[in-house]
């Protein structure tokens, strides 16, 4: 039977425990910049991050200008474990990696806000060189997760399916003498920062005609 995510993997407050730091790890309204960015650090810079109202929509302009792969990729709401690794592959993911904070969001309102359930890993490596939330001496400390990259994508997809499942049907409103629009799942998967390893995942509605 598939498990809650909350049962696989230990999940991270929002606020960062014993530092203040100019931007929160577990701020999901901000995206890690691309590239290796610890240069800006060292020169006594922040990161830029990227906020919903300044990344670009153009999708030629929102590719990584630093990595060869990377960016977001929109998925059917039935990918096979095949699809999954396949995926994962082409975009450099570090899916034996299992030294991640991992960060969860809900949405009170998932047209609005796009996604259902949204989960955030960052590396030790970028809560270092992005966040400073970790200094290189705290790493050896830092715990592994129970699951690697690899093995967590593919069950946080299955337990949304599950609580997608579990959901009564619901119909979207259509414009006037259009067909009632019903709601599916789907999902999608971003990777913020390839070199230090910051990745997103979320399930997500899409609408299809009736």
Same mark, same amino acid.
């Given at each position: 039977?598939? =498990?809650?995510?909350?049962?696989?993997?230990?999940?991270?407050?929002?606020?960062?425990?014993?530092?203040?730091?100019?931007?929160?790890? #577990?701020?999901?309204?901000?995206?890690?910049?691309?590239?290796?960015?610890?240069?800006?650090?060292?020169?006594? +810079?922040?990161?830029?991050?990227?906020?919903?109202?300044?990344?670009?929509?153009?999708?030629?302009?929102?590719?990584?200008?630093?990595?060869?792969? #990377?960016?977001?990729?929109?998925?059917? #709401? =039935?990918?096979?474990?095949?699809?999954?690794?396949? *995926?994962?592959?082409?975009?450099?993911?570090?899916?034996? !990696?299992?030294?991640?904070?991992?960060?969860? !969001?809900?949405?009170?309102?998932?047209?609005?806000?796009?996604?259902?359930?949204?989960?955030?890993?960052?590396?030790?490596?970028?809560?270092? #060189?992005?966040?400073?939330?970790?200094?290189?001496? &705290?790493?050896?400390?830092?715990?592994?997760?129970?699951?690697?990259? +690899?093995?967590?994508?593919?069950?946080?997809?299955?337990? &949304?399916?599950?609580?997608?499942?579990?959901?009564? *049907?619901?119909?979207?409103?259509? &414009?006037?003498?259009?067909?009632?629009?019903?709601?599916?799942?789907?999902?999608?998967? *971003?990777? &913020?920062?390839?070199?230090?390893?910051?990745?997103?995942?979320?399930?997500?509605?899409?609408?299809?005609?009736?």
């Amino acid at each position: 039977m598939t =498990q809650p995510i909350e049962q696989l993997i230990d999940l991270y407050s929002p606020q960062w425990p014993g530092r203040t730091l100019a931007v929160q790890p #577990g701020d999901l309204r901000l995206f890690a910049p691309s590239g290796i960015v610890d240069l800006d650090l060292r020169g006594g +810079g922040l990161p830029r991050h990227h906020n919903y109202s300044n990344r670009p929509a153009d999708p030629l302009r929102a590719a990584p200008l630093t990595e060869p792969a #990377g960016g977001a990729v929109y998925i059917q #709401g =039935q990918p096979t474990a095949a699809d999954i690794a396949g *995926l994962m592959r082409l975009l450099r993911v570090e899916t034996a !990696a299992a030294d991640y904070a991992a960060f969860l !969001a809900r949405a009170r309102d998932p047209l609005e806000d796009r996604y259902l359930t949204q989960l955030r890993l960052i590396r030790v490596p970028a809560l270092v #060189g992005i966040y400073q939330a970790l200094s290189p001496d &705290e790493t050896r400390l830092f715990p592994d997760q129970r699951l690697t990259i +690899g093995e967590l994508i593919p069950a946080f997809i299955a337990d &949304e399916r599950r609580r997608w499942d579990a959901r009564p *049907l619901q119909l979207s409103k259509a &414009e006037p003498g259009e067909p009632p629009l019903q709601q599916a799942l789907a999902f999608g998967f *971003l990777v &913020e920062n390839a070199h230090y390893g910051v990745y997103r995942v979320w399930s997500r509605v899409w609408l299809v005609p009736q």
